[in-house]
T-cell receptor, first 115, second 111 residues
Framework: DVKVTQSSRYLVKRTGEKVFLECVQD?????MFWYRQDPGLGLRLIYF???????EKGDIPEGYSVSREKKERFSLILESASTNQTSMYLC??????????????FGPGTRLTVT | GENVEQHPSTLSVQEGDSAVIKCTYS??????FPWYKQELGKRPQLIID?????GEKKDQRIAVTLNKTAKHFSLHITETQPEDSAVYFC??????????FGAGTRLTVKP
């Protein structure tokens, strides 16, 4: 049974703080993703990674960076948190490499509030 | 890049009625179309998916249809039950790491 975990369910940070959100999967998946979920906007892709140390920008990468030093761990970094980054952040992973389609396994989400 | 539009944003039905959610996509190269269900406070989970070489797929009370020419696909839930109440997301993808989601539909099934 695939398990994707995120470091916090709820997080409150101040404007300008550096914020780290961590995601860990235990099934040796190749691909990992970070989304933010906002009402009426669905799930928007921030960044994804298809291998250790590899990353690709999604649709809304501005204000975020990522790190994947180990296969099981994918971190989302807000360099200087702003109030418009208040959102639910979801991590996901898939086992495959290009050309094959797999279910995305999601973590429980981190609700981040920036004040 | 791919753009997925989903309608309606909210849908309310009486228990036992059918519910239909529709999505359109922009990239004709997309060939994988999953649907995810997210119950309140929980993570999204895959409920059904369809590949572009198939026009329809059914799993008990849930079915998905795909019209590649028109670039739209739909989720059909028959004999709805209160536990079907959730937010449903459609998505489209042409590669495993290139999936884009719709904005979601909040389905409420009234007992």
């Amino acid at each position: 049974d695939v398990k994707v975990t995120q470091s916090s369910r709820y997080l409150v940070k101040r404007t300008g703080e550096k914020v780290f959100l961590e995601c860990v999967q235990d099934m040796d998946h190749e691909n990992m993703f970070w989304y933010r979920q906002d009402p009426g906007l669905g799930l928007r892709l921030i960044y994804f990674s298809y291998d250790v140390k590899m990353k690709e920008k999604g649709d809304i990468p501005e204000g975020y960076s990522v790190s994947r030093e180990k296969k099981e761990r994918f971190s989302l970094i807000l360099e200087s948190a702003s109030t418009n980054q208040t959102s639910m952040y979801l991590c996901a992973s898939t086992p495959g490499t290009g050309g094959v389609y797999y279910e995305q396994y999601f973590g429980p989400g981190t609700r981040l509030t920036v004040t | 890049g791919e753009n997925v539009e989903q309608h309606p944003s909210t849908l309310s039905v009486q228990e036992g009625d059918s519910a239909v959610i529709k999505c359109t996509y922009s990239d004709s190269a997309s060939n994988y179309f999953p649907w995810y269900k997210q119950e309140l406070g929980k993570r999204p989970q895959l409920i059904i998916d369809i590949r572009s070489n198939v026009g329809e797929k059914k799993d008990q009370r849930i079915a998905v249809t795909l019209n590649k020419t028109a670039k739209h696909f739909s989720l059909h839930i028959t004999e709805t039950q209160p536990e079907d109440s959730a937010v449903y997301f459609c998505a489209a993808s042409k590669e495993d790491n290139d999936m884009r989601f719709g904005a979601g539909t909040r389905l409420t099934v009234k007992p």
